[in-house]
Every structure is written in C-alpha cells, then in structure tokens.
C-alpha cells in the first residue's frame, strides 16, 4: 500500500511540476508584454468571479426554493396525518359504541335466553 501511495505523490508533484514549467514557457514565449497579459488575467478573473457569483446565486435561490417547497408538502403532509387521525379516532369510538352496544343486546338476550 505504501508503494501506491508513494507512486501517486510522485505522479501529483510531476503533475504540477509539468504545469509550472509550462506556465513559465508559456510567459517566455507570449506574444504580448507582462503588462498586458496581467490586465488579461486580472480581467478573465473578474469574469470568472462574476460568473462564480451568479452560479452560487442561482443555486442558493434553487435551493432556498426547494426548501420552501418541501415545507409546504410536509406541512401538507402533517395537516393530512393530523385529519387523518382525527377521522380514525372518529371511527374507532363508533365501532366501539356499536361494540357495546351489539353486547347489550347479547347480554339482554342471553339474559332472557337463561331466565
């Protein structure tokens, strides 16, 4: 396991060796001064950080929205339970009255039944 873990640091620090050296032979050999290749950079910044801002806006208004909605179909959800049980406990002292009340008619018949 060891040697995996020393094969893919390597590979990582060559990676971005690569990627430094490129960058200065890129500089070395850009077809525009320093000076306007740092306005380039600091403008294509601003762009990405704009857009960044918006990408984040957007998700945390999709999210905020999908908050909001799943509130509503829980709470709708709950109001439902609510009825629900309600109308069972309803049902539930019915079904016991007339259980009692069959009982009392069983009892009175058998009482009349055994004299």
């Known amino acids: 396991m060891s040697d995996r873990n020393a094969t893919v640091k390597a590979g990582a620090l060559l990676l971005i060796a690569g990627g430094i ?6 500089l070395l050999f850009a077809p525009q001064s320093g000076k306007a290749t740092r306005k380039d950079i ?4 601003r762009k990405a950080r704009r857009r960044a801002e918006e990408v984040v806006d957007d998700f945390s ?6 908050v909001d ?4 179909k ?12 309600h109308d069972t406990k309803k049902e539930i002292l019915k079904a016991i009255e007339d259980g009692q009340e ?8 058998l009482a009349r039944f055994l004299g």
């Open 21 to 26: 050296i490129g960058a200065g032979v890129a």
């Open 61 to 66: 208004d999709s999210i905020s929205k999908m």
């Open 42 to 45: 600091s403008r294509y910044a």
């Open 69 to 72: 909605a799943v509130g509503e």
């Open 74 to 85: 829980a709470a709708e959800i709950l109001d439902r339970g609510v009825d629900m049980a």
């Open 102 to 109: 069959k009982l009392e008619k069983q009892r009175t018949r």
